[in-house]
């Protein structure tokens, strides 16, 4: 019986489907499964790093395991990333930000307060701001509610979106492409009118409704079906490349992919 | 014609600096921070520095212990605990100056400052809040796209710092493990470098000639070299050693209980360098530190 993790792994795998050679990256146990179960089944061409420097054509398993398991076919370090997979367009990442509005506009930096004085420091704007304007991006979102998905705009506009507003006359804008959010109760993209974020998919037992419920901005509802469920062979894929069940940690209690009957 | 022997002391490096310079700090978060020449610092009365890093402890303790004026910074981070505690305290207080960056646009401004540009150009930083926070400016190309983008400003440094695994007094360096991160960009972007090196040896043809591809930057961008064994410590030198994560833990817990940097800082400091890393377990406890594994 798959879990919910499990079901949102090969969600995070159908938006990395391409025929394209690009680097992948996935931030967090389950987008990078994800990516890795995309790579070892639908698309060979993604390409994956060690976590560190190197490109490798075998997923790297998450958690502790011998070094030597690394096995490094292309390199891949800082001083290239930017120069071969940001800024060249050939990478597509699934992030976890802080906050995202109906523009698809993201928050990584500060919370409330002031540009001089946040309420609450984070991490700071990381790659968000290029990755937004130069390449394909996801996003994995765990806890599904109206303090992520928010009313209004993002306290801080860490990476680029849609919003009209926010563009200024003459920039390039062509290559914000933000492709699906995968979240603990559904899929969305962003196929809307004016790439308004639509539900295009509810996992077992979630309804449009609860969805709607849990997030600050309308929502459109375009719900083709359920999300899939994983098929034992990317079970089997997933369970090889998290040999430690770190994938089992990361969604509170563990849900089972089929929510039971109240 | 300067002169070709450039070693020098921790103190003599921090003795060359000033208070109210821009210092950019090479590394990435938690690996190869350039730690023993930081230390100095904190040991030092510099204060009102500009500090220009890819953010991790280094930042942290500088923000701490009131050294910093204004950073510059695309993110503060440990990595395996992501929020920087004291560098939070910081600017939740209100306490420093900030120019927020994307961490590609980053190293395009160091990129700009090593060529004697004053400004790149690139569409980095479109969109977000970067641009009108960090008054950058906007140019227009002036081809037939006509394409406005973002004029990314030089980050001119008055002084970088960098550590490394080996260098010569001639300032011939070489830094091993899988990444280096921008340290070369940092050197350049520098009016002076300093480098510190778990290994001084007298002349780097002689001693390491097989590991040449290792050079980071010639060494016409060296001013100073010093030897620091565990010199990157808490932070990793790959393959030297990893990051100590207890060391992290324990400077995190503090930063909540007794949340006060006076009260804790000769723990994570030191009087001296040679106290500090026998108050870690000594070079050997250093050279012992598990790589982590992604």
């Known amino acids: 019986m798959a879990t919910l993790a499990e079901l949102c792994i090969a969600a995070v795998a159908e938006a990395f489907r391409t025929d394209r050679e690009l680097v992948g990256t996935g931030i967090g146990p389950i987008p990078r499964l994800g990516v890795g179960l995309a790579k070892l089944t639908h698309s060979p061409g993604l390409m994956m790093t060690d976590g560190e420097a190197f490109l490798v054509e075998q997923p790297v398993p998450l958690g502790p395991r011998s070094y030597d398991d690394r096995k490094p076919a292309g390199y891949l370090p800082f001083s290239r990333f930017f120069d071969s997979a940001v800024w060249s367009g050939r990478r597509h990442a699934m992030v976890t930000p802080t906050q995202v509005d109906r523009f698809g506009q993201t928050n990584l930096s500060a919370l409330g307060g002031t540009h001089a004085q946040p309420k609450t420091q984070m991490l700071g704007a990381r790659g968000f701001p290029g990755n937004g304007i130069y390449h394909a991006n996801s996003m994995f979102i765990p806890a599904h509610g109206p303090r992520v998905f928010v009313t209004g705009e993002v306290d801080r506009i860490s990476s680029p979106g849609y919003n009209p507003a926010r563009r200024i006359a003459g920039g390039n804008y062509s290559a914000i492409d933000l492709r699906r959010i995968v979240t603990n109760l559904c899929v969305m993209d962003f196929g809307g009118p004016d790439n308004a974020i639509r539900v295009v998919s509810l996992h077992p037992g979630a309804t449009f409704d609860e969805v709607q419920a849990a997030t600050g901005f309308p929502l459109i509802d375009a719900v083709a079906g359920e999300t899939p469920l994983p098929s034992a062979e990317q079970l089997d894929i997933i369970a090889a490349l998290d040999p430690h069940g770190i994938r089992h940690t990361v969604l509170p209690e563990n849900p089972p992919a089929q929510r039971s009957t109240p | ?294």
């Open chain 2, 1 to 294: 014609m300067a002169a070709l022997d450039k070693r020098m002391t921790a103190a003599g490096i921090v003795g060359r600096l000033r208070s109210g310079m821009t210092l950019g700090i090479g590394g990435w978060g938690p690996r190869r921070k350039p730690m023993a020449l930081v230390r100095e610092i904190l040991r030092s009365d510099l204060t009102d520095l500009t500090i220009v890093s890819y953010g991790g402890p280094d930042v942290g303790m500088l923000c701490a212990a009131g050294k910093v004026k204004k950073l510059v910074f695309a993110f503060v981070s440990m990595d395996a605990i992501p929020l920087e505690p004291w560098f939070r305290k910081s600017r939740e207080a209100g306490a420093i100056e900030v120019l927020e960056l994307d961490e590609g646009m980053f190293q395009w401004g160091l990129k700009a400052a090593a060529f004697q540009l004053p400004f790149l150009p690139t569409r980095v930083g479109l969109g977000t809040d970067l641009i009108e926070l960090g008054g950058l400016r906007t140019v227009q190309s002036p081809y037939d796209d006509g394409e406005v983008m973002v004029a990314m400003p030089a980050l001119k440094l008055d002084a970088a710092l960098i550590h490394v695994q080996r260098c010569d007094h001639r300032g011939n360096v070489q830094a091993l493990g899988p990444d280096t991160y921008y340290d070369e960009w940092f050197a350049k972007a520098a009016t002076e470098c300093f480098v510190s090196a778990e290994e001084l040896v007298p002349a780097m043809e002689d001693a390491y000639p097989e590991d040449a591809r290792a050079n980071l930057f010639e060494r016409c961008f060296v001013t100073g070299v010093t030897e620091a064994r565990g010199g990157a410590h808490p932070t990793s030198l790959p393959p030297s050693y990893g990051w100590d994560m207890g060391w992290m833990k324990r400077y995190a817990a503090a930063a909540k209980d007794p949340g006060d940097w006076s009260a804790v800082s000769a723990q994570f400091v030191g009087a001296s360098e040679a106290e500090y890393l026998a108050s870690v377990g000594g070079i050997e406890a250093v050279g012992a530190l598990p790589l982590p594994i992604f």
